[in-house]
């Protein structure tokens, strides 16, 4: 049975980090990537950050360049997205996804879901 578990969310003030964490169970996530999404209140979801399987490509939208990381641990089925920097834009719940090989920033392309964690940014 596979599982993707978030966590990590919580209230920070703006400038302040975060470190969210996906565990992913049921199957070796070498050869997967890793979705990040969120969606803020009365907002599509959007995709947010991806890494790729095998060669580890990162991949960020425009909103969150040079203030979030993505990166993996396989040994651990994990990845993790550190969000520094953050700003009440970025409140919302951040979900993570896995599918073959290749980052995409289609939902539909993902085959599994996590439940999402809460980030909320405010003074």
């Known amino acids: 049975q596979v599982q993707v578990v978030e966590s990590g969310g919580g209230l920070v003030q703006p400038g302040g980090s975060l470190r969210l964490s996906c565990v992913v169970s049921g199957f070796p996530l070498d050869y997967y990537a890793i979705g990040w999404f969120r969606q803020a209140p009365g907002k599509e979801r959007e995709g947010v950050s991806c890494?790729?399987?095998?060669?580890?490509?990162?991949y960020y939208v425009d909103s969150v360049k040079g203030r979030f990381t993505i990166s993996r641990d396989n040994a651990k089925n994990t990845v993790f997205l550190q969000m520094n920097n953050l700003q009440p834009e970025d409140t919302a719940v951040y979900y993570c996804?896995?599918?073959?090989?290749?980052?995409?920033?289609?939902?539909?392309?993902?085959?599994?879901w996590g439940q999402g964690t809460q980030v909320t940014v405010s003074s």
């Open positions: 996804a896995t599918r073959v090989m290749e980052c995409n920033w289609l939902e539909a392309w993902y085959d599994y």
């Open positions: 890494i790729s399987g095998g060669d580890s490509n990162a």
